[in-house]
Nanobody
Framework: VQLQASGGGLVQAGGSLRLSCIAS????????MGWFRQAPGKEREFVSA???????HYSDSVKGRFTISRDIAKNTAYLQMSSLNPEDTAVYYC????????????????????WGQGTLVTVSS
């Protein structure tokens, strides 16, 4: 299993970025796909997830600004980020859960058993 995250970069506050996570060795339609982020000196935190049903879930800090999606044909998950602010600066990781996850476990790092290498997002003020 391999998850390759890309799309990070430097953006001004208010800008947008789209992160991609290309999966191999698993299918994004039969695994819960999640995005986490880790800011300097902080714990890795949940950002968003898309379940096998297609339902989407977000942390309160990104709700309304970020959109998670997947392209089954490309076996890729995406995180469209808009209205970025400096507090969004972090390394973003994509992750794949073991099959179908129940909602209450989406936010837990231990629910995911495959992780990408991370892509850095820096938002300047």
């Amino acid at each position: 299993v391999q998850l390759q995250a890309s799309g990070g970069g430097l953006v001004q506050a208010g800008g947008s970025l789209r992160l991609s996570c290309i999966a191999s060795g698993l299918t994004v339609s039969t695994n819960t796909m999640g995005w986490f982020r880790q800011a300097p000196g902080k714990e890795r935190e949940f950002v968003s997830a898309i379940r096998t049903s297609g339902s989407t879930h977000y942390s309160d800090s990104v709700k309304g600004r970020f959109t998670i999606s997947r392209d089954i044909a490309k076996n890729t998950a995406y995180l469209q980020m808009s209205s970025l602010n400096p507090e969004d600066t972090a390394v973003y990781y994509c992750a794949a859960g073991k099959g179908r996850l129940i909602v209450s476990t989406l936010y837990l790092k231990n629910s995911y058993d495959s992780w990408g290498q991370g892509t850095l997002v820096t938002v300047s003020s």
